[in-house]
């Protein structure tokens, strides 16, 4: 059965940056409904974890494993964030090891990855649970709602209100509505939801309002990063050759060896039971390529066991792998925006009522969870202070 649903404020989207959004809208208007409504089975988006119905017990970050601020000093707002997490226990600094290998197979320590500069923080659960804390932990009185598995694919404005309607046929409605994805606001819409207009563009008719113009015009010239994870459940017995016991450990590779291997980093992940997961990032655009049309995809997975042991075959700390690991794969055909980002001035727009969050905003955080975090942030007090 088709349902109508009315609310204050819808969020499409359950990433972190819905979530950081939501979190501080909830903390400052506190008789106010919300729906947020994602796709996926929870929280986190592309900084979620991979909780297997098939291997049971595994919890592995297979997006963001940990983030990085690279420069608080400039973004008072950011600064006083970070603080608020790190105060009410949701992250920790990240003190894990992080080795930088380079084409002899030794380690350096400069920090050559976008992914380590700055200061690291680690969620203190998992990854997808940072998103659920940050949520929670304003939800104090349950004001909102949430829609897992339920995709939008179409968006509707009047001078009223928002009207988004799912795949299924239910429809949401309120005064104003947050895309903390740009997925409804792109070209790669048409051909993902089978549609022949995207559905910003549908909502909003063009000369309607310059700012939507200038936005769908900036996403225009945005394009993705293609990555694969492959998430190794490593056997019983399998363990590190010293005795590391923090909870990950990096291992990022320089351009050269990340050409010959087709690893860009392998992040080991401690589980509560002490067993060691190992996600293994891959973005070499040939090997994406052809891992899409191969029709046997095991063929993959054994030559990433053959490549790590080849990579760590003199490692004083790294054990190889035995060939019987069980191995699934995530594919993520846009895991970070690259090409043009979006001004910030462009976020919230006032005519339409809609605002907009996520990492594919301009700043030194663009593509990562520094650039998600510092959006919500901004949108949530532009919001505030316009709609006051
Ligand atoms: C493999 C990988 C490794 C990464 N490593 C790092 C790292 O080390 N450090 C770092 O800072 N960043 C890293 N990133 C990038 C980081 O994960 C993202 O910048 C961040 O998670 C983006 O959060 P977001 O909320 O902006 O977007 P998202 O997490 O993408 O959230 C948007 C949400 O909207 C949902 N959605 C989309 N369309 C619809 C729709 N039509 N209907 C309903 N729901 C919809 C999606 O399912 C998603 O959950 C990595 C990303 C990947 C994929």
């Given at each position: 059965m088709k349902s109508d649903f009315t609310y204050d404020l819808l969020i499409i989207g359950g990433g972190i940056s819905a979530c950081v959004f939501a979190s501080k809208y909830l903390k400052n208007n506190i008789t106010k409904k919300i729906a947020l409504v994602e796709i996926g089975r929870g929280l986190g988006g592309r900084s979620s974890t991979r909780i297997s119905k098939r291997f049971k017990g595994w919890k592995l970050?297979?997006?963001?494993p940990n983030f990085n601020i690279s420069n608080s000093k400039n973004n008072l707002l950011l600064k006083s964030y970070i603080d608020e997490l790190l105060e009410n226990k949701f992250i920790k600094i990240d003190d894990s090891d992080t080795f930088f290998l380079n084409q002899d197979l030794n380690s350096d320590t400069q920090k050559i990855s976008k992914f380590s500069c700055g200061f690291n923080y680690l969620s203190l659960g998992s990854m997808s649970q940072l998103s659920q804390k940050i949520i929670e932990s304003n939800n104090l009185k349950d004001q909102i709602d949430f829609y897992f598995e339920t995709l939008i694919v179409d968006l509707k404005f009047n001078d009223k209100e928002w009207v988004i309607t799912s795949k299924n046929g239910d429809k949401f409605k309120s005064k104003y509505l947050i895309c903390s994805t740009n997925l409804l606001l792109h070209k790669r819409s048409l051909k993902i939801l089978n549609i022949n207009q995207i559905p910003l563009r549908k909502a909003i008719s063009i000369n309607y309002d310059k700012k939507i113009d200038l936005l769908l015009n900036f996403l225009e010239e945005q394009t993705f990063i293609p990555r694969l994870t492959f998430l190794i459940y490593t056997n019983e017995n399998y363990s590190y050759k010293d005795f590391y016991s923090k909870k990950q450990r990096y291992f990022y590779l320089r351009k050269n060896l990340e050409s010959k291997y087709k690893f860009e980093r392998i992040i080991f992940q401690k589980q509560d039971n002490n067993r060691l997961g190992i996600v293994v990032h891959t973005k070499n655009i040939e090997f994406f390529n052809s891992y899409i049309i191969a029709k046997d995809k095991e063929v993959f997975k054994q030559k990433i066991i053959t490549n790590f042991n080849k990579l760590f075959e003199d490692s004083s700390v790294v054990n190889k792998l035995t060939f019987d690991e069980k191995i699934s794969i995530m594919k993520w055909r846009a895991s970070q925006p690259t090409g043009t980002a979006v001004p910030l001035s462009l976020q919230f727009s006032r005519k339409c009522r809609i605002g907009f969050c996520g990492d594919w905003f301009e700043g030194e955080g663009f593509g990562r969870i520094e650039g998600s975090i510092i959006s919500a942030l901004m949108l949530e007090k532009q919001m505030n202070d316009l709609i006051k």
């Open positions: 970050n297979h997006g963001s």
